[in-house]
């Protein structure tokens, strides 16, 4: 069955600090792997896809296979990046449908 | 992309009574939507799958008499919760998939229910 583990519910950086926000999988077959984020008191969007090796928002997310693992980067947070993140993957099966790991806040503090 | 607009943004429902919610596609015609289930700082649980003109598929643990689902239309899907607890207050999110190019989902911006 497919699972998605975010360990850390909450990543407090100060301003212009690196940020790594974990997420490990597991997954019968390949996965493709997406980051959503929840601004305060916004719909839950989505950031970027693994499968378009993109860079959204200065925030970018490699797929480890070895690791099973989807961290997501960025190299110098800011203020307005406070939000929650979640780590999702579809079904296995049914790519339409989303299971999303249980979210990490991230306080970026001035 | 897609448009998701859920109806009402919040309820307040005594013990006992039922709430339906209401989800809707605005640009999108949407053959499954999905149904979350959302508790104070925590992660988005699937419940089920709404199926036009058919059956919802209820994901494992979910009490399919408790949450009815509805999808008459391809741009209408209704969640209603029957008899309400306090223990089903919570915020209740659905979501329509694109597929087109890229696989991307869209989400409502959710329903606060409390029962009370």
């Known amino acids: 069955a497919q699972r998605v583990t975010q360990p850390e519910k909450l990543l407090s950086v100060f301003k212009g600090a690196p940020v790594e926000l974990k997420c490990n999988y597991s997954y019968s077959g390949s996965p493709e792997l997406f980051w959503y984020v929840q601004y305060s008191r916004q719909r839950l969007q989505l950031l970027l896809r693994?499968?378009s090796r993109e860079s959204i928002k200065g925030f970018t997310a490699d797929l480890n296979k070895g690791e099973t693992s989807f961290h997501l980067k960025k190299p110098f947070a800011q203020e307005e990046d406070s939000a929650m993140y979640y780590c999702a993957l579809p079904g296995w099966g049914n790519f339409n449908k989303f299971y999303f790991g249980s979210g990490t806040k991230l306080n970026v503090k001035p | 992309g897609a448009v998701v607009s859920q109806h009402p943004s919040w309820v307040i429902c005594k013990s006992g009574t039922s709430v339906k919610i209401e989800c809707r596609s605005l640009d999108f015609q949407a053959t499954t939507m999905f149904w979350y289930r959302q508790f104070p700082k925590q992660s988005l649980m699937l419940m089920a799958t709404s199926n036009e003109g058919s059956k919802a598929t209820y994901e494992q643990g979910v009490e399919k008499d408790k949450f009815l689902i509805n999808h008459a239309s391809l741009t209408l899907s209704t969640l209603t919760v029957t008899s309400a607890h306090p223990e089903d207050s919570s915020f209740y999110i659905c979501?329509?998939?694109?597929?087109?190019?890229?696989?991307?989902?869209?989400f409502g911006q959710g329903t606060r229910l409390t029962v009370v």
């Open positions: 979501s329509v998939t694109w597929t087109g190019l890229d696989t991307e989902a869209f």
């Open positions: 693994h499968i």
